[in-house]
């Protein structure tokens, strides 16, 4: 017997079984045999689903056999093909929990990190989205379904890293409905998935694509929804629309409410693009009309802010005065932010910048601003707006006549002869030859009323737009009559001036309010009869130093 070639074929035999049990033994120890076991996957991103994954499971390399030729031998282990998954239905809805039910895993598929996952209908292994991991035994595991439409599967797979048929153990087919796929920017996709969930998304805006500027109807459409958020309070359009321009019902409710009014008495410019600070003066009113007692669109003037301002943006000279309060009453807030370098970018000022739509606000930004109101701003903060305290100093004048009235229905304190304003109004000159004003900055209405019988009118509508009426008057008891009245328009602050429609004569009732240190004039809206009350039927005015 040739025991020499006996021993070559023992010693063969041997290597070779110590091949097959070190190969065995290094895939559930794989870290003793090699330093590069562990490796840190880091976090993917599915390019279907945005999702990200982290995982952070282990790799287990096949280590090479020595010595000799024996190290080219290849040896194929098989995995196990144990285990179930079932599902409630076969029908989701979008982003909905999904629970899976899982029977039957082993211990070696948990120590291998088996794992359930939702994946497009016949995507590849490697395409997964979100995923848990398994336990040994039975159990039920819970996923959430994307933001998708179409057909889906859940499967099975018995090990991690595996993405191939040999880990694969089952699928079961569902298909999801109902996503909404939000066309905005990536940093507003959040906030505005938070605005949908609140119900603050108009339907105006929900086919539309959120990256572009807002128009004033659409945004008015925005007010009512955080209107009716903040307060609690269903809105109604106004009866009587007073615009020629637009029948849009979303303005009509936000009129109607009183957190926006018409560029002009009877229009209201519904396609005209918003810039930033026109944004937040506008949504900042929202806040003052649910929360702060007393206001009103007309009276905002005689409200003021009681906090403590932020620094100041760069651009803050191109800031309109009228609207600095509320812009850094938001910053202050966390509401709404710069545009980098300190900049705000509150309104164009040249015509390229008008032609590029330069500091327009958008349909995204003002859904975010109405999330960020929304999550940081109740009654508590109501304390920030304060009445102005005014004490407008006691003018000595001989007893008045009230216009062309023989008839005197107040006391002699309460004339209605001398300047009376509602809102913020600042920078007005009137000139008598022209018959016309000019203005800088503000939002309201003031009148004139002389000793002569005479009067004269200023409506500041915003961005630029404004009326000049001048007339007669007569007070008859509780009310007060214009007549021969004539009208001019301008929309460039003043600088120039067309005529205006011919105005009828008008009939209205009057009051004079003493309940507080101050009188103020009430004069009502139309078809409004006593008792006159600044929340629900008529304007309020309050005396000016002359």
């Known amino acids: 017997m040739d025991y020499k070639k006996l021993y070559q074929i ?65 040896f194929q282990v098989a995995l196990a093909k144990q285990g179930k998954i079932s599902l409630e239905k076969n029908a989701y809805l979008a982003e909905q929990i999904i629970p899976v039910t899982v029977t039957d895993i082993t211990h070696e598929m ?46 099975l797979y018995s090990i991690d890293h595996n993405y191939t048929d040999e880990s694969f153990v089952m699928s079961v087919p569902f298909t999801l409905s109902g996503a909404v796929d939000y066309n905005a920017s990536e940093w507003a996709k959040t906030e505005i998935k938070k605005a949908d969930e609140m119900g603050l998304i108009p339907d105006s805006l929900r086919s539309a694509d959120l990256t572009k500027p807002i128009t004033r109807a659409e945004f008015a459409a925005v007010s009512v929804k955080l209107y009716e958020k903040m307060s609690g309070i ?17 303005v009509l409710k936000a009129y109607n409410v009183g957190i926006t009014a018409g560029v002009a008495a009877d229009k209201f410019a519904p396609d005209e693009l918003l810039n930033r600070e026109q944004a937040a003066t506008m949504l900042t009113r929202v806040f003052k009309k649910a929360f702060v007692k007393g206001w009103t669109l007309n009276a905002d003037g005689s409200f003021t802010f009681n906090y403590t301002a932020p620094p100041k943006f760069k651009d803050d000279v191109k800031i309109s005065d009228w609207a600095k309060p509320s812009v850094y009453f938001m910053v202050t807030h966390g509401i709404i932010s710069g545009v980098g370098d300190n900049n705000f970018a509150p309104r164009a ?29 109740d009654s508590t903060n109501s304390s920030e707006v304060v009445p102005v305290e005014t004490q407008p100093e006691e003018s000595e004048k001989p007893p008045q006549n009230q216009g062309n009235s023989t008839e005197q229905s107040q006391e002699s304190s309460n004339t209605i002869v001398g300047i009376w304003q509602t809102g913020s109004m600042t920078g007005h000159e009137y000139n008598a030859m022209s ?14 009323f002389k000793d002569d019988g005479t009067y004269t009118s200023s409506i500041v509508a915003g961005y630029g737009s404004m009326i000049s009426i001048t007339g007669n008057y007569t007070v008859t008891e509780d009310k007060i009559t214009f007549s021969n009245q004539k009208g001019k328009v301008s929309s ?44 629900t039927n008529a304007a309020s005015y309050f005396l000016m130093d002359e």
């Open 349 to 377: 000022t040249t015509s390229a910048e008008q032609a590029a739509n330069y500091a327009s606000a958008t349909r995204e930004q003002a859904l975010a601003i109405s999330v960020r109101m929304t999550e940081k701003l």
């Open 492 to 535: 460039d602050y003043g600088d120039t001036w067309k005529e205006g429609n011919l105005l009828k004569d008008e009939t209205y009732y009057y009051a004079f309010d003493n309940s507080d240190s101050e009188t103020y004039l009430l004069i009502g809206l139309e078809d409004a009869l006593p008792p006159l009350d600044i929340e």
């Open 10 to 74: 023992k010693y063969i035999f041997l290597v070779l079984i110590a091949g097959v049990i070190g190969y065995l033994v290094a895939i559930p120890f794989g870290d003793f045999f090699s330093s590069s076991v562990v490796m840190y996957c880091g976090n993917g991103t599915d390019e279907w689903m945005k999702w990200v994954f982290p995982k952070t499971s282990r790799q287990r390399p096949v280590p090479s056999i020595h010595p000799g030729p024996l190290s080219a031998i290849s």
């Open 234 to 250: 269903t809105t109604t359009p106004v009866k009587i629309n007073p615009f020629k321009d637009t029948n849009d019902q979303e």
């Open 435 to 448: 018959g016309t004003f000019r203005y800088n900055s503000g939002l309201g209405q003031r009148y004139n």
């Open 110 to 155: 948990e120590k291998a990190e088996a794992y359930v996952s939702i994946f497009k209908k016949g995507a590849a292994h490697d395409e997964y989205g979100t995923f848990k991991y398994v336990k040994a035994g039975n159990s039920v595991v819970e996923l959430e379904a994307p933001n998708l439409n179409g057909e889906f599967e859940m499967r």
